[in-house]
């Protein structure tokens, strides 16, 4: 199988769709001329012709706006939003428009949308571009977020989310962009939106991750096998809807969890894992749920400093540490 | 915030009870201020705090006793509310602190928890302790052994002491006596000493205007004998290497049991190889005064090396001690008796003292422990020597 990376894999999608349907469309600022902050688009605007690969200006809630009334005209548009960091100008437009439109008109109409976006923080960027929005729009009702981890589940997800008929939030990782993984070529496959994956099975904790975080997980648990724990990795994959029952049969099997995200502890996608596992797993816990999230601060600048703010290998380590206390 | 704890007052200590608060919950503290009173084993000592704040909380009421190391308060910032703390000990107020799953694998097992150790955080029993206890012992015809970890932990030696590794042989002897006697193999080897020299010295002395009991003399005779065979001042240790080992001690630390009216506590006579006997026996009455008092200090408790323990005064022939680990000997002194003793061709009264040294096998054998008793007969017998 060839081995490509979560980039690659991105923009082999993107330009299949274009070719698959003549109604998929792609907006964004710099995507095209440019070819993608993040290279994401590269060579779709040359093969695709502008009406189908359309730079946007820098004005957010206009473009999402727009995409969202050609959308309910039959369109599929696929919307690049640079980082999550600037989607708040454009809320509105996602959470009182485009995920409830189809409720609020009695299904006349539906908004096959999709906003791809990186997440998180990583190189530097400041505090007010290396945020974690994920959980604000996976708490909003009638839109659907998937946030793959691998180059296989880009791809899968990316189609799945392009023919949905309703508002995804595909969420990305500028970390993750490089990474390479197993992509089949001539497969027409899809990832469900709403299914998780145990990435890796283990006997004695889960590890609940998704994106960036999953990648972490998976290295720390092949370091830990080396301990003689035996850490299984569920990959939530979508953050909307929310693969409960992978969850609970993972933590039922293993009597242990801890959760780690890159948003920020207090009311983050951690708190809803955690009470998801005491909710339908309390008599199978052997120990109270770990989560791993960001330090509640605005991201600093500085290297080190950011560092150690965000969740890293060795708190997932320290808190499968904890979670295992005791156990023989 | 800062944590209060029950703190470690004398080696022996592994738990303590709060004896009361002198300040109540919202009142300053000054680094320094003693904040309670704490009643160990020993004796009633006062808490100091180590940290200047507002008593935010007391985790531990008087009267209740935890272990060393336990949070019985915190310290803190006024302005800061106390989120409530949950007790840390296993069992609170009748419920047995388990997690969901092994209450659930209780259930099932037919287990009851309230005999079931917990060793998960707090002390919390987890899965793996139920299906421990519950995990039937297969019938076999093998020898039971007992399980090697009933060895007691292997203390850090004291400061300043050496550590030597133990040999082959020291160590196959150590592990054997382990397995036959779990804790510290005790061996006990008893001796008659003449004491009429002793009793006359000790006359002497006191007519001298110098107050001095027999023990006190035996006190002095044991530590320098303690000189004469070293191995007997030693310690059963854990090395760097985390094997058994031996630690020699370089100072002659004897700590003397009394008797309370609840008890008993041992002060240590410290260096009293060189220390006279006036000294000794000075030291040993203030010390005893104190902790009668209940105001022993935890520093006049701890690093003996040697016990010595005294029923003479009861008429007792002789018995044998249980060692006070990490020490490696302790011995029990008997009555001075007057007995008919053969003297040249003729029977006469003779006034003796059996004493017997307990040591612990691991690192004393039963020769040595004989040839420490034959170096205090020795000095006893003739004890101008015990004075120089």
Same mark, same amino acid.
């Given at each position: 199988?060839?081995?490509?990376?979560?980039?690659?894999?991105?923009?082999?999608?993107?330009?299949?769709?274009?070719?698959?349907?003549?109604?998929?469309?792609?907006?964004?600022?710099?995507?095209?001329?440019?070819?993608?902050?993040?290279?994401?688009?590269?060579?779709?605007?040359?093969?695709?012709?502008?009406?189908?690969?359309?730079?946007?200006?820098?004005?957010?809630?206009?473009?999402?706006?727009?995409?969202?009334?050609?959308?309910?005209?039959?369109?599929?548009?696929?919307?690049?939003?640079?980082?999550?960091?600037?989607?708040?100008?454009?809320?509105?437009?996602?959470?009182?428009?485009?995920?409830?439109?189809?409720?609020?008109?009695?299904?006349?109409?539906?908004?096959?949308?999709?906003?791809?976006?990186?997440?998180?923080?990583?190189?530097?960027?400041?505090?007010?571009?290396?945020?974690?929005?994920?959980?604000?729009?996976?708490?909003?009702?009638?839109?659907?977020?998937?946030?793959?981890?691998?180059?296989?589940?880009?791809?899968?997800?990316? %189609?799945?989310?392009? %023919?949905?008929?309703?508002?995804?939030?595909?969420?990305?990782?500028?970390?993750?962009?490089?990474?390479?993984?197993?992509?089949?070529?001539?497969?027409?496959?899809?990832?469900?939106?709403?299914?998780?994956?145990?990435?890796?099975?283990?006997?004695?904790?889960?590890?609940?991750?998704?994106?960036?975080?999953?990648?972490?997980?998976?290295?720390?648990?092949?370091?830990?096998?080396?301990?003689?724990?035996?850490?299984?990795?569920?990959?939530?994959?979508?953050?909307?809807?929310?693969?409960?029952?992978?969850?609970?049969?993972?933590? %039922?099997?293993?009597?242990?969890?801890?959760?780690?995200?890159?948003?920020?502890?207090?009311?983050?996608?951690?708190?809803?894992?955690?009470?998801?596992?005491?909710?339908?797993?309390?008599?199978?816990?052997?120990?109270?749920?770990?989560?791993?999230?960001?330090?509640?601060?605005?991201?600093?600048?500085?290297?080190?400093?950011?560092?150690?703010?965000?969740?890293?290998?060795?708190?997932?380590?320290?808190?499968?540490?904890?979670?295992?206390?005791?156990?023989? | 915030?800062?944590?209060?704890?029950?703190?470690?007052?004398?080696?022996?200590?592994?738990?303590?009870?709060?004896?009361?608060?002198?300040?109540?919950?919202?009142?300053?503290?000054?680094?320094?201020?003693?904040?309670?009173?704490?009643?160990?084993?020993?004796?009633?000592?006062?808490?100091?705090?180590?940290?200047?704040?507002?008593?935010?909380?007391?985790?531990?009421?008087?009267?209740?006793?935890?272990?060393?190391? /336990?949070?019985?308060?915190?310290?803190?910032?006024?302005?800061?509310?106390?989120?409530?703390?949950?007790?840390?000990?296993?069992?609170?107020?009748?419920?047995?602190?388990?997690?969901?799953?092994?209450?659930?694998?209780?259930?099932?097992?037919?287990?009851?928890?309230?005999?079931?150790?917990?060793?998960?955080?707090?002390?919390?029993?987890?899965?793996?302790?139920?299906?421990?206890?519950?995990?039937?012992?297969?019938?076999?015809?093998?020898?039971?052994?007992?399980?090697?970890?009933?060895? &007691?932990?292997?203390?850090?030696?004291?400061?300043?002491?050496?550590?030597?590794?133990?040999?082959?042989?020291?160590?196959?002897?150590?592990?054997?006596?382990?397995?036959?006697?779990?804790?510290?193999?005790?061996?006990?080897?008893?001796? /008659?000493?003449?004491?009429?020299?002793?009793?006359?010295?000790?006359?002497?002395?006191?007519?001298?205007?110098?107050?001095?009991?027999?023990?006190?003399?035996?006190?002095?005779?044991?530590?320098?004998?303690?000189?004469?065979?070293?191995?007997?001042?030693?310690?059963?240790?854990?090395? &760097?290497?985390?094997?058994?080992?031996?630690?020699?001690?370089?100072?002659?630390?004897?700590?003397?049991?009394?008797?309370?009216?609840?008890?008993?506590?041992?002060?240590?006579?410290?260096?009293?190889?060189?220390?006279?006997?006036?000294?000794?026996?000075? /030291?040993?009455?203030?010390?005893?005064?104190?902790?009668?008092?209940?105001?022993?200090?935890?520093?006049?408790?701890?690093?003996?090396?040697?016990?010595?323990?005294?029923?003479?005064?009861?008429?007792?022939?002789?018995?044998?001690?249980?060692?006070?680990?990490?020490?490696?000997?302790?011995?029990?002194?008997?009555?001075?008796?007057?007995?008919?003793?053969?003297?040249?061709?003729?029977?006469?009264?003779?006034?003796?003292?059996?004493?017997?040294?307990?040591?612990?096998?691991?690192?004393?054998?039963?020769?040595?422990?004989?040839?420490?008793?034959?170096?205090?007969?020795?000095?006893?017998?003739?004890?101008?020597?015990?004075?120089?």
């Amino acid at each position: 199988m060839p081995v490509i990376t979560y980039r690659q894999a991105l923009n082999n999608t993107l330009g299949e769709e274009l070719a698959r349907d003549p109604n998929v469309l792609l907006m964004g600022e710099e995507i095209g001329l440019f070819q993608g902050s993040y290279r994401i688009t590269e060579g779709l605007l040359e093969e695709f012709g502008p009406r189908r690969v359309v730079d946007t200006p820098i004005a957010e809630e206009g473009f999402v706006g727009l995409a969202i009334g050609a959308a309910m005209l039959g369109l599929r548009p696929v919307v690049e939003i640079m980082t999550i960091n600037f989607i708040l100008v454009a809320i509105d437009q996602v959470v009182n428009h485009a995920s409830k439109i189809h409720y609020m008109f009695g299904g006349q109409v539906r908004v096959p949308l999709v906003i791809r976006t990186p997440s998180g923080g990583t190189g530097q960027l400041g505090a007010t571009h290396s945020q974690s929005f994920e959980n604000w729009f996976a708490y909003c009702p009638g839109l659907k977020v998937v946030a793959p981890a691998t180059p296989y589940d880009a791809k899968g997800l990316l %189609r799945a989310a392009i %023919r949905d008929d309703d508002p995804v939030i595909f969420i990305e990782s500028l970390a993750l962009y490089d990474t390479k993984g197993e992509v089949p070529s001539n497969d027409d496959y899809v990832v469900p939106i709403g299914l998780a994956e145990i990435k890796r099975r283990g006997t004695d904790v889960t590890v609940v991750a998704y994106s960036r975080m999953t990648a972490v997980a998976m290295q720390v648990a092949q370091r830990m096998e080396q301990e003689g724990i035996s850490v299984e990795v569920v990959d939530l994959r979508s953050l909307r809807p929310l693969d409960r029952p992978t969850i609970i049969e993972s933590v %039922r099997r293993t009597n242990r969890a801890v959760v780690i995200a890159e948003d920020w502890y207090s009311y983050g996608i951690t708190a809803e894992i955690a009470a998801t596992i005491q909710e339908q797993a309390f008599d199978y816990l052997d120990a109270p749920v770990q989560r791993v999230a960001g330090l509640e601060v605005p991201l600093p600048y500085a290297k080190d400093l950011s560092a150690v703010t965000k969740p890293s290998a060795n708190s997932l380590i320290h808190a499968i540490h904890k979670v295992l206390e005791g156990k023989r | 915030m800062a944590d209060v704890t029950m703190p470690r007052l004398s080696d022996t200590m592994s738990e303590g009870t709060v004896g009361r608060w002198l300040k109540n919950v919202g009142d300053q503290v000054a680094v320094g201020e003693i904040i309670a009173e704490i009643e160990t084993d020993k004796a009633t000592m006062e808490l100091e705090s180590f940290d200047a704040g507002t008593l935010q909380r007391i985790v531990i009421p008087a009267g209740q006793m935890v272990p060393i190391g /336990e949070v019985i308060a915190y310290i803190g910032d006024a302005a800061l509310p106390m989120e409530a703390t949950p007790a840390v000990n296993g069992a609170e107020e009748g419920r047995v602190k388990a997690s969901p799953v092994a209450r659930r694998l209780a259930d099932e097992l037919g287990v009851d928890l309230r005999q079931v150790t917990g060793s998960g955080p707090g002390g919390r029993i987890i899965k793996d302790d139920v299906e421990m206890f519950a995990a039937p012992r297969k019938p076999g015809a093998t020898i039971p052994r007992p399980a090697r970890a009933a060895v &007691p932990p292997a203390p850090a030696p004291a400061t300043g002491s050496s550590v030597a590794p133990m040999s082959r042989m020291r160590k196959a002897i150590s592990r054997a006596m382990s397995d036959s006697k779990p804790g510290v193999p005790h061996i006990s080897v008893t001796m /008659e000493i003449a004491m009429d020299a002793a009793m006359a010295l000790r006359e002497q002395i006191i007519a001298s205007g110098t107050k001095v009991s027999l023990n006190d003399l035996v006190v002095k005779a044991a530590a320098k004998a303690l000189r004469a065979v070293p191995t007997v001042n030693t310690s059963y240790a854990s090395g &760097p290497d985390g094997q058994p080992a031996i630690a020699s001690h370089p100072a002659v630390h004897v700590s003397v049991a009394v008797s309370l009216a609840d008890g008993l506590i041992a002060p240590v006579v410290r260096d009293a190889d060189t220390k006279s006997v006036g000294t000794i026996s000075a /030291e040993i009455r203030a010390m005893v005064a104190r902790a009668r008092d209940g105001k022993i200090a935890p520093h006049e408790l701890d690093g003996a090396t040697f016990q010595v323990t005294n029923l003479g005064m009861f008429g007792v022939v002789e018995f044998s001690s249980i060692i006070t680990v990490p020490q490696a000997a302790s011995l029990a002194v008997g009555a001075v008796r007057k007995v008919p003793v053969v003297r040249g061709d003729q029977i006469v009264i003779g006034q003796v003292m059996n004493v017997t040294l307990s040591v612990d096998h691991r690192v004393v054998d039963g020769a040595v422990a004989a040839q420490y008793l034959q170096e205090l007969k020795k000095l006893l017998e003739s004890p101008v020597g015990i004075l120089i």
